[in-house]
């Protein structure tokens, strides 16, 4: 099928069909209705659409999995491939793009360095990439971009991105116009989610909080399965919960903030005035595991105000799982980070003093919270990125 092909009209039961095989994988109709909720009738209505769009193929009879006696199982397989969308994670020194199928398997990835930090510029970065991705590829028919900052998902409209330097950029509709395809904008920890939301531990959950620890803290919340954006696109900042009034001094002009203590810029600092520069984080953790005093102290002190700030997101909204990640915590750049295996020694330094602040602070039974520290990939984000788009289709696909 062709990306740009008209979409047939689906109705309610069309698109819960829809959404139910992208996020949960191949069934059958008897199955499909019993995770629906629908009559086999409505399944067969909802689903021929679909299939003469090419986005479903029935694969044929097969035995019922459960040894019930009766009819055979008709299975009703995702076509992935059918649509892809392709991600794009925007940062100050890197482009990180992918192409996705509809389940978000990455198809093909590209790393290409930022020439000039000027939105303009930033804009015929992503239309080049874009243009080189989608060659050779009809089937793609979107557009997904994730940047970090105070972001409006709706008009795909960037207010602010400090890392960026960026004001009141258009950046969705820029790119839109440009390439000629949807485009999605997302602030790149709610993009991070979202792929969690759809595809990973997200999925059957009703809550849960991501938080990234790197140059800033960055955190993205699910409340009753639904991403939160916030009245004026930001919430969850963890970042600036206050640890210790008499703390370092943050960038947002308080003292003592998550951010100022656990992010790169406040470890890599404390650390340049116990006398060690020119240091990266692994260096950091390296020094720690070999009992370098500073190291160890500095690494702590990051973990727990991490851990204070998760226990504070933990006592406010009760999130069944809480996933760490980020620079911090260890990851991977270049060309091939999709596939690269990740060190998870990166990350266990600061493991034991996240767990014990949160179970410290935590209250009740929000201290049954699951902890997760997760090591980041770069292509992570970019795929965040095109789960955005992949949502914004499946979700509006066939809507007149």
């Not at 909802?46 to 006696?69: F, H, I, K, N, Q």
């Not at 916030?230 to 003592?256: K, Q, S």
């Not at 992010?263 to 370098?292: H, N």
Request: a negative charge.
């Amino acid at each position: 099928m062709s990306a740009r092909s008209a979409a047939p009209a689906l109705s309610p039961a069309g698109t819960r069909v829809f959404q139910e095989l992208v996020r949960n994988g191949d069934a059958s109709r008897t199955a499909l209705a019993r995770d629906t909720g629908l009559t086999p009738g409505a399944i067969t209505r909802a689903v021929r659409p679909l299939l003469e769009a090419g986005l479903l193929l029935e694969t044929g009879d097969r035995a019922s999995s459960d040894g019930a006696l009766g009819r055979p199982a008709t299975m009703v397989t995702l076509q992935a491939e059918a649509y892809q969308s392709i991600g794009v994670k925007v940062t100050a020194d890197q482009l990180f793009g992918v192409v996705c199928d509809l389940r978000c398997q990455v198809l093909d990835e590209v790393t290409v360095p930022v020439r000039d930090h000027g939105a303009d510029a930033i804009v015929e970065q992503i239309v080049e990439l874009v243009d080189g991705l989608r060659a050779g590829r009809p089937a793609v028919g979107s557009v997904g971009l994730a940047v970090s900052g105070d972001v409006d998902a709706v008009s795909g409209h960037v207010a602010y991105s400090p890392f960026l330097a960026w004001r009141d950029v258009p950046l969705g509709t820029e790119v839109a116009r440009r390439t000629g395809l949807t485009t999605t904008v997302e602030n790149d920890v709610r993009a991070l989610l979202t792929g969690e939301r759809w595809y990973g531990v997200g999925r059957g959950i009703s809550s849960l909080a991501l938080v990234t620890v790197g140059t800033g803290i960055g955190c993205a919340l699910l409340v009753n399965g639904q991403v939160v954006h916030g009245g004026f696109g930001v919430a969850g900042e963890v970042g600036h919960v206050l640890v210790d009034p008499e703390g370092p001094l943050c960038h947002c002009g308080n003292r003592g903030c998550v951010e100022a203590i656990a992010g790169s810029a406040g470890i890599l600092g404390r650390m340049a005035e116990a006398g060690f520069d020119g240091l990266g984080i692994g260096d950091v953790a390296d020094l720690a595991r070999s009992g370098q005093p500073d190291a160890v102290r500095v690494l702590a002190d990051a973990g727990r105000a991490v851990g204070i700030g998760i226990a504070t997101i933990a006592n406010l909204l009760g999130a069944q799982h809480i996933v760490i990640t980020g620079e911090a915590i260890g990851s991977r750049s270049g060309p091939a980070a999709g596939d690269a295996p990740v060190d998870e020694q990166d990350y266990d330094v600061m493991d034991p003093h996240v767990r014990s602040a949160f179970e410290e602070r935590a209250f009740g039974s929000a201290a049954r919270s699951a902890i997760e520290l997760r090591p980041l990939r770069f292509v992570d984000w970019a795929r965040g990125a095109a789960a955005c788009a992949v949502e914004h289709f499946v979700t509006s696909y066939g809507r007149s």
